[in-house]
């Protein structure tokens, strides 16, 4: 399985509406990746790596495959459609990262 994340830094002045990414952001992403995306997750920073400290990331997003070749094939034709939806929902430029799922 096949994970693509994106994560948001949680830079000084970054916003992100976490109301618009999961009503209208994923929802347009998945409908656009149709059955190739398997899963899909969203997380919420609440802290650092200690007590009361900032979060790395306001949020990060998940998507899941079987193959990156389902990924590829699925985001390329809508890759411009989900990346001009970014600044709806965020002034922070997220960092993807793909992932193999071990366990």
């Given at each position: 399985?096949?994970?693509?994340?994106?994560?948001?830094?949680?830079?000084?002045?970054?916003?992100?509406?976490?109301?618009?990414?999961?009503?209208?952001?994923?929802?347009?992403?998945?409908?656009?990746?149709?059955?190739?995306?398997?899963?899909?997750?969203?997380?919420?920073?609440?802290?650092?790596?200690?007590?009361?400290?900032?979060?790395?990331?306001?949020?990060?997003g998940?998507?899941?495959?079987?193959?990156?070749?389902?990924?590829?094939?699925?985001?390329?034709?809508?890759?411009?459609?989900?990346?001009?939806?970014?600044p709806?929902?965020?002034?922070?430029t997220?960092?993807?990262?793909?992932?193999?799922?071990?366990?």
């Amino acid at each position: 399985m096949i994970k693509v994340s994106a994560l948001y830094p949680n830079d000084e002045g970054k916003t992100f509406d976490m109301t618009y990414y999961t009503k209208k952001h994923i929802p347009m992403v998945r409908k656009l990746l149709g059955k190739s995306c398997i899963n899909v997750t969203i997380e919420q920073g609440i802290a650092g790596g200690t007590p009361g400290s900032n979060p790395t990331y306001i949020a990060m997003g998940h998507l899941y495959f079987n193959k990156a070749e389902d990924f590829i094939s699925s985001f390329n034709p809508h890759a411009n459609t989900i990346m001009v939806d970014i600044p709806n929902f965020t002034n922070t430029t997220p960092i993807v990262q793909i992932s193999d799922v071990i366990l």
